[in-house]
């Protein structure tokens, strides 16, 4: 049994799209962070990061404009994480993973203020 730790100020916990985005953040605040996790979901990914497509769940309700739609989801479900974050901040997280995506040479697609319909690996929309 290894008995080695590692000290840091941070753990994130899942090395899905959401985990790596989670990393980024921390590292770019200047904190010690260690990931652990599989990356075995991630071949399932659309490559796109969602902001909210669909709500409400049980009425499959798409967004056009995710932004009307997390002030939707806001006001339905008020202990929601998004009732927790400011719009301004949200786009600026956003803006934050744009910018690694460019100063590392990928380029990715954006449109704030449109989702896009994608047919995932399993044959549905997302």
């Known amino acids: 049994m290894n008995k080695?730790?590692?000290?840091?100020d941070i753990t994130v916990i899942g090395a899905g799209m959401a985990g790596m985005a989670a990393t980024l953040f921390a590292v770019n605040r200047n904190?010690?962070?260690?990931?652990v996790g599989s990356t075995s979901e991630v071949g399932f990914a659309s490559g796109l990061f969602d902001l909210l497509g669909?709500?409400?769940i049980g009425e499959r309700r798409r967004?056009?404009?995710?932004?009307?739609?997390?002030?939707?989801?806001?006001q339905d479900i008020h202990n929601h994480p998004y009732a927790r974050v400011k719009m301004a901040e949200i786009k600026a997280a956003f803006e934050e993973l744009l910018v690694f995506f460019q100063?590392?040479?990928l380029s990715y697609f954006r449109d704030l203020n449109r989702n896009v319909n994608v047919i995932t690996p399993l044959?549905?929309?997302k």
Do not use: N, Y
Request: charged share 15%.
């Open 4 to 8: 080695d730790t590692i000290q840091c």
């Open 31 to 35: 904190l010690s962070t260690a990931q």
């Open 54 to 56: 669909i709500h409400p």
């Open 63 to 74: 967004w056009d404009d995710p932004w009307a739609g997390i002030e939707t989801l806001v």
């Open 103 to 105: 100063d590392v040479g």
């Open 123 to 125: 044959g549905t929309l």
